[in-house]
């Protein structure tokens, strides 16, 4: 079936280093995809999007990486701070078109 | 603040009851999403409406119901509650389909 997965639970970094946060996902058709932050006790807040026509999207310390090739999403930060631990999701259009699915997330972990 | 509101931010219940979420979604959105977060599984969608109609339905029991009304704020209806239905429950809105959510700050339900 349909699904979006990462390949990490957690990532734990120091402040100031790069993160990468990775996604693979399953529909070869989806031409939409977005990266999301969770913070405890909060809604997914929208980081950044991508069309599938890219493959590459930069936004303010956040890069996003598209390989459709190999179905493939990363989430990149720069400067890691600790404002930006909080649980990170890939989504994607799903087959029917109706709706934004979800992985489970990877929880990002930085430390001062 | 993201523009969507949620009501109530809590809501503590026992089995077998009937509860009803509300989500105003942001000024200028016509499209409305219910999304279910629990530990074990992640983002789940249940259901999508757009302008007072519904489009598009995902992993919703049938023992929960939504609408949308013409003001454009949206009910979810969740019956016969049992203890596995306790989770987050988000609201997300759009201006167009499938496009840029906004999610509100949920409701976290707790069957007991």
């Known amino acids: 079936g349909e699904s979006v997965g990462l390949h990490l639970p957690t990532l734990s970094v120091q402040e100031g280093d790069n993160s990468i946060i990775n996604c693979a996902y399953s529909?070869?058709?989806?031409?939409?995809f977005i990266w999301y932050k969770q913070e405890s006790g909060k809604g997914p807040q929208f980081i950044i999007d991508i069309r599938s026509n890219m493959d590459k999207r930069q936004g303010q310390r956040v890069t996003v990486l598209l390989n459709k090739t190999v179905k493939h999403l990363s989430l990149q930060i720069a400067a890691t701070q600790p404002g930006d631990s909080a649980v990170y999701f890939c989504a994607e259009i799903n087959q029917a078109g109706t709706a934004l699915i979800f992985g489970k997330g990877t929880t990002l972990s930085v430390s001062s | 603040d993201s523009g969507v509101t949620q009501t109530p931010k809590h809501l503590i219940t026992a089995t077998g009851q009937r509860v009803t979420l509300r989500c105003s979604p942001r000024s200028g959105d016509l499209s409305v999403y219910w999304y279910q977060q629990s530990l074990d599984q992640g983002l789940q969608f249940l259901i999508q409406?757009?302008?007072?109609?519904?489009?598009a339905k995902g992993n919703i029991l049938e023992r929960f119901s939504a609408q949308q009304f013409p003001d454009l704020h949206s009910e979810l209806n969740l019956s016969s509650l049992e203890l596995g239905d306790s989770a987050l429950y988000f609201c997300?809105?759009?201006?167009?389909?499938?496009?840029?959510?906004?999610f509100g700050s949920g409701t976290r339900l707790t069957v007991v």
């Open positions: 997300a809105s759009s201006v167009v389909f499938n496009y840029g959510y906004t």
């Open positions: 409406y757009y302008n007072g109609e519904e489009r």
């Open positions: 529909n070869s058709a989806s031409d939409y």
